[in-house]
């Protein structure tokens, strides 16, 4: 995929004088390092169960395609830490990610990773102050959970997926960050009338901050949507671009949900706008999106300037 827009490798070229910049370049490279560099900082938040050393390759590719980029990937709620509830992951994130965002004058990207780009949604729609410009959504359950993969037999070692509800929507449920977004589609009132996040982040609980939050949102420039049908954990893998099941669990895509029809938070909007980017790729599995060079290339390296 080639993209005239496309920065060469090992350095961005300056608009207004680009034979100049060519010519001393290595120069031009060595000011970035010293002074900071051309491209806006990166932020990346891992996922469930994960830590910031399982997204080292994603911290190679972007080093490697944008020389000098400062990429941060947040040292926060690893592991098993990572169940606990996202408003309260949200605020942790949010007082390490600020003062990024506060010393970069030009604003700062996103790159958040499953759950993690439910955290993200958090941050972009509760800080007024945020200046994101694109935020890539790395295969994230933005529509919510309702499949009961590998990964959630770590959490939930009995249970099928049609009765974890029990466990999510009473009782202690929602101090767990899965259920947070865990969307039993043949319980939808009780989701709504349970979920303390997800249902109030995509308006399905209507709630009296969500003209503020979708403000918030809307302050980002591209919204970048990835994601594949070789997923195996994000279920329905539609998920990703904000699709989900209807009550028989056949798959509605995002254009058809009631949140994307109303424009309830901005999705919409970003459409008109043409800053909404989907990106699906077959053969790629969940523990394997930041990893995938392919991916990178295609998807993620053009919005990193
Ligand atoms: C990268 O960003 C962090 C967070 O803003 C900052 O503390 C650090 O000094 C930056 N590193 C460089 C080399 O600019
Ligand atoms: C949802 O909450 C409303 C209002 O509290 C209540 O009337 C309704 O029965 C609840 N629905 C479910 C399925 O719990
Ligand atoms: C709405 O915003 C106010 C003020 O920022 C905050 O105190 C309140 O908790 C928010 N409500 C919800 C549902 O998040
Ligand atoms: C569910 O499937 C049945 C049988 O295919 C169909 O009659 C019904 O309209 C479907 N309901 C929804 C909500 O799509
Ligand atoms: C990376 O993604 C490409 C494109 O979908 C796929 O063909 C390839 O198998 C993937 N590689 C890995 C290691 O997942």
């Not at 990346?44 to 990429?71: A, C, M, W, Y």
């Not at 970048?224 to 989900?244: A, C, H, K, N, R």
Request: net charge negative; glycine share 8%; aromatic share 14%.
């Amino acid at each position: 995929m080639k993209d005239r827009n496309i920065p060469p490798r090992g350095g961005r070229w300056k608009r207004s004088s680009g034979v100049l910049a060519g010519l001393f370049m290595p120069l031009l490279c060595a000011c970035f390092w010293a002074g900071g560099s051309a491209y806006k900082p990166v932020i990346i938040v891992h996922g469930l169960f994960d830590s910031p050393k399982n997204l080292l390759n994603l911290q190679r590719f972007i080093s490697e395609s944008h020389p000098g980029t400062n990429v941060t990937i947040i040292d926060l709620f690893d592991g098993y830490e990572s169940l606990k509830p996202l408003w309260t992951q949200v605020e942790g994130f949010k007082a390490v990610i600020y003062p990024i965002m506060q010393n970069a004058a030009d604003g700062v990207h996103f790159i958040c990773y499953s759950q993690g780009g439910l955290v993200c949604r958090g941050i972009l729609s509760t800080l007024p102050e945020h200046n994101v410009h694109t935020f890539i959504s790395l295969s994230s359950p933005q529509a919510g959970q309702y499949g009961d993969t590998d990964y959630f037999k770590d959490v939930f070692p009995e249970c099928v997926k049609s009765e974890i509800y029990h466990f999510c929507y009473l009782g202690i449920g929602q101090r767990f960050s899965i259920c947070n977004y865990w969307k039993d589609p043949h319980h939808k009132d009780l989701y709504v009338n349970v979920s303390s996040y997800l249902a109030l982040l995509n308006t399905e609980k209507p709630h009296p901050n969500a003209t503020e939050w979708r403000k918030n949102f809307l302050k980002i420039q591209k919204l970048v949507l990835i994601g594949g049908p070789d997923d195996g954990v994000i279920t329905p893998w539609q998920s990703s671009q904000f699709g989900f099941y209807d009550d028989n669990e056949t798959v509605v895509e995002m254009q058809k949900q009631d949140f994307y029809l109303s424009d309830a938070f901005g999705l919409k909007t970003l459409a008109a706008r043409e800053d909404l980017i989907t990106c699906t790729f077959p053969g790629v599995q969940h523990i394997q999106w930041h990893s995938n060079e392919t991916v990178f290339h295609a998807c993620m390296e053009k919005w990193l300037v």
